[in-house]
């Protein structure tokens, strides 16, 4: 408490010190929060959301999504042309782009990004694992200043979405890599003015446990229709609060423009709108998921009859069944919630499949699908038709709450059934250990990250993939674990989206009828957000914010 109001202290005193024409040019500033510092500035070696939430403004792409409609739209490049093949793809870039700093931005930039710093095996980048493509790499080719070749090893729809991939400047970095202290450049201790994007906003200013302070990229490209120079907000002040409930009160109180809140924050904000100005935007499921598995693992290190209950597709239906997501929504989500049944839900846009197999609560039929496989109740115990007691652990992260909470409805559901089920939260670094290393857990609680193409999901739904922790290598030889295989190395090989569509339709159905995993509820995404600002158009996918460049602070606004 005492760091935060410090910070809200120096930001005042940093604003009162300012000339009257800075004083000015400070009210046009939107104030947002974040929970940690940045890891870096660095948007190649980047993992963290602490990161990219501060490069996301600072950097661009050869494309982006748009927020709102979910298609590819030009960024750096203002078109492309794609061959007969499919493989052979030629960007056309912007002329009238600058970095930050002045220099002209070129096809150059380009190349150096992908040859130098993508393929660079000294650079520890997950950029390099997105663009690599049945094990080859892409080539690069400069045709002249403003033109590009792309040259793929096979047809690759997601191409297009994934040149949204952040190009950085020759000019600034190809001494450093030269000299392999690329990974360690752009820190947080970097100075400022040597961090350069194409973005709408550079760095200003850093203080640790404090704030980050961008200002208006006075080189940026974009013009509104009367020839304006974009963006219209001049700076974005990022203050590092962690504690979520302490952003809630800086919110309250005027010194944030806008948040994410949870179901449970609705309540007490929601009487707040009129009085203190702002406004809740409830904009529906999120991308990510929330899961239970099981061990299905060969190797496991569990006993096998165990291992033949995981592995038993009635049992895993009489799970579904149990399941009562109507009470996860409204006690962990406090009603902000939807139930999901799949790896994808009407978030996620055109590749959604509301036709999957839907599992609502049904104690009834859940016992239905136990007797099919030869579970048996005597005084109440349920018991496996070789005499085993159903008893089994789930694990899950004892730093997510909302986890927990979900494991104790499921347990409390499951056991109307007559089985007993041990709740066990763990360190998440041992959770992850026992998942991918050891094989030493029966049942899990956890979740996935989400997005708009199915391919993102590869790691986790192909057979191969390092995420496909409950049956890695598919060692069990299920053939709809292959089926999915194929779907997922055929659905990058057709450009037309509505054949992609009837593929991943596919993928989705499977899931939902063989259930690796068993889907609880979707958190709502919700936004609190002042009322000073014009051009909002709030998603899921874009969040508040995509559209920075267009928005605008309603005059005598102030931060």
Same mark, same amino acid.
């Given at each position: 408490?005492?760091?935060?109001?410090?910070?809200?202290?120096?930001?005042?005193?940093?604003?009162?010190?300012?000339?009257?024409?800075?004083?000015?040019?400070?009210?046009?500033?939107?104030?947002?929060?974040?929970?940690?510092?940045?890891?870096?500035?660095?948007?190649?070696?980047?993992?963290?959301?602490?990161?990219?939430?501060?490069?996301?403004?600072?950097?661009?792409?050869?494309?982006?999504?748009?927020?709102?409609?979910?298609?590819?739209?030009?960024?750096?490049?203002?078109?492309?042309?794609?061959?007969?093949?499919?493989?052979?793809?030629?960007?056309?870039?912007?002329?009238?782009?600058?970095?930050?700093?002045?220099?002209?931005?070129?096809?150059?930039?380009?190349?150096?990004?992908?040859?130098?710093?993508?393929?660079?095996?000294?650079?520890?980048?997950?950029?390099?694992?997105?663009?690599?493509?049945?094990?080859?790499?892409?080539?690069?080719?400069?045709?002249?200043? !403003?033109? *590009?070749?792309?040259? @793929?090893?096979?047809? +690759?729809?997601? $191409?297009? =979405?994934?040149?949204?991939?952040? /190009?950085?400047?020759?000019?600034?970095?190809?001494?450093?890599?030269?000299?392999?202290?690329?990974?360690?450049?752009?820190?947080?201790?970097?100075?400022?003015?040597?961090?350069?994007?194409?973005?709408?906003?550079?760095?200003?200013?850093?203080?640790?446990?404090?704030?980050?302070?961008?200002?208006?990229?006075?080189?940026?490209?974009?013009?509104?229709?009367?020839?304006?120079?974009?963006?219209?907000?001049?700076?974005?002040?990022?203050?590092?609060?962690?504690?979520?409930?302490?952003?809630?009160?800086?919110?309250?109180?005027?010194?944030?423009?806008?948040?994410?809140?949870?179901?449970?924050?609705?309540?007490?904000?929601?009487?707040?709108?009129?009085?203190?100005?702002?406004?809740? !935007?409830? *904009?529906?499921?999120? @991308?990510?998921?929330? +899961?239970?598995? $099981?061990? =299905?693992?060969?190797?496991?290190? /569990?006993?096998?009859?165990?291992?033949?209950?995981?592995?038993?597709?009635?049992?895993?239906?009489?799970?579904?069944?149990?399941?009562?997501?109507?009470?996860?929504?409204?006690?962990?989500?406090?009603?902000?919630?939807?139930?999901?049944?799949?790896?994808?839900?009407?978030?996620?846009?055109?590749?959604?499949?509301?036709?999957?197999?839907?599992?609502?609560?049904?104690?009834?039929?859940?016992?239905?699908?136990?007797?099919?496989?030869?579970?048996?109740?005597?005084?109440?115990?349920?018991?496996?038709?070789?005499?085993?007691?159903?008893?089994?652990?789930?694990?899950?992260?004892?730093?997510?709450?909302?986890?927990?909470?979900?494991?104790?409805?499921?347990?409390?559901?499951?056991?109307?059934?007559?089985?007993?089920?041990?709740?066990?939260?763990?360190?998440?670094?041992?959770?992850?250990?026992?998942?991918? /290393?050891?094989?030493?857990?029966?049942?899990?609680?956890?979740?996935?990250?989400?997005?708009?193409?199915?391919?993102?999901?590869?790691?986790?739904?192909?057979?191969?993939?390092?995420?496909?922790?409950?049956?890695?290598?598919?060692?069990?030889?299920?053939?709809?674990?292959?089926?999915?295989?194929?779907?997922?190395?055929?659905?990058?090989?057709?450009?037309?989206?509505?054949?992609?569509?009837?593929?991943?339709?596919?993928?989705?159905?499977?899931?939902?009828?063989?259930?690796?995993?068993?889907?609880?509820?979707?958190?709502?995404?919700?936004?609190?957000?002042?009322?000073?600002?014009?051009?909002?158009?709030?998603?899921?996918?874009?969040?508040?914010?995509?559209?920075?460049?267009?928005?605008?602070?309603?005059?005598?606004?102030?931060?």
């Amino acid at each position: 408490m005492k760091k935060f109001l410090n910070s809200i202290f120096l930001l005042i005193l940093f604003i009162s010190s300012c000339s009257k024409k800075e004083t000015k040019k400070l009210k046009n500033t939107l104030v947002l929060s974040t929970s940690s510092d940045p890891k870096s500035f660095n948007p190649i070696i980047a993992k963290e959301t602490s990161t990219t939430i501060i490069t996301g403004f600072i950097f661009e792409g050869l494309t982006r999504i748009d927020g709102v409609t979910l298609e590819v739209c030009p960024s750096l490049a203002e078109k492309w042309e794609v061959d007969s093949t499919g493989k052979r793809w030629v960007f056309y870039l912007r002329k009238d782009i600058f970095w930050n700093d002045g220099k002209k931005f070129s096809a150059d930039d380009v190349v150096f990004t992908f040859n130098d710093l993508i393929y660079n095996e000294k650079i520890p980048t997950s950029s390099r694992d997105i663009f690599t493509i049945e094990g080859k790499k892409i080539k690069v080719r400069k045709i002249d200043d !403003y033109k *590009v070749e792309f040259i @793929l090893p096979e047809k +690759f729809a997601p $191409f297009l =979405q994934l040149l949204g991939q952040e /190009i950085l400047p020759k000019h600034k970095l190809e001494n450093i890599v030269k000299e392999e202290k690329f990974t360690s450049s752009w820190g947080v201790n970097e100075k400022p003015e040597n961090i350069v994007g194409t973005g709408p906003y550079k760095i200003k200013e850093y203080r640790p446990g404090e704030w980050v302070i961008l200002e208006k990229n006075p080189y940026y490209w974009k013009k509104d229709k009367n020839g304006n120079s974009l963006p219209y907000i001049e700076k974005i002040v990022f203050l590092i609060i962690p504690d979520p409930n302490m952003a809630i009160l800086k919110f309250r109180i005027g010194e944030i423009d806008a948040l994410s809140i949870r179901g449970q924050d609705y309540y007490v904000l929601k009487p707040l709108e009129n009085e203190k100005n702002f406004t809740i !935007y409830n *904009v529906g499921p999120s @991308l990510g998921s929330e +899961f239970l598995s $099981f061990n =299905q693992n060969v190797n496991a290190k /569990i006993p096998e009859y165990k291992k033949n209950w995981f592995c038993d597709i009635n049992f895993r239906k009489c799970i579904a069944y149990s399941i009562d997501r109507n009470a996860i929504i409204k006690n962990v989500y406090a009603g902000f919630g939807t139930p999901q049944f799949g790896p994808m839900n009407s978030s996620c846009g055109f590749f959604y499949n509301d036709k999957i197999i839907k599992y609502e609560y049904n104690l009834e039929k859940a016992k239905e699908y136990l007797k099919k496989s030869g579970f048996y109740w005597k005084d109440g115990v349920l018991y496996d038709k070789y005499g085993n007691r159903v008893e089994f652990t789930i694990i899950t992260n004892n730093n997510n709450l909302e986890r927990i909470q979900i494991g104790n409805i499921i347990q409390n559901d499951l056991e109307k059934l007559g089985m007993k089920v041990n709740l066990l939260p763990i360190d998440f670094n041992t959770l992850v250990n026992k998942l991918t /290393i050891s094989f030493d857990w029966e049942g899990v609680i956890i979740g996935l990250t989400g997005g708009i193409e199915p391919h993102g999901g590869k790691n986790v739904w192909h057979s191969k993939g390092q995420l496909h922790f409950w049956n890695f290598g598919n060692k069990r030889n299920y053939l709809w674990e292959k089926n999915i295989d194929s779907l997922f190395e055929e659905g990058v090989k057709y450009l037309e989206p509505h054949k992609r569509k009837k593929i991943y339709d596919r993928w989705q159905l499977i899931v939902s009828d063989y259930l690796p995993l068993i889907y609880t509820a979707n958190p709502n995404v919700i936004y609190a957000v002042r009322n000073k600002f014009e051009n909002l158009k709030i998603t899921v996918y874009g969040g508040i914010f995509h559209n920075i460049e267009e928005i605008k602070i309603k005059e005598n606004e102030d931060i």
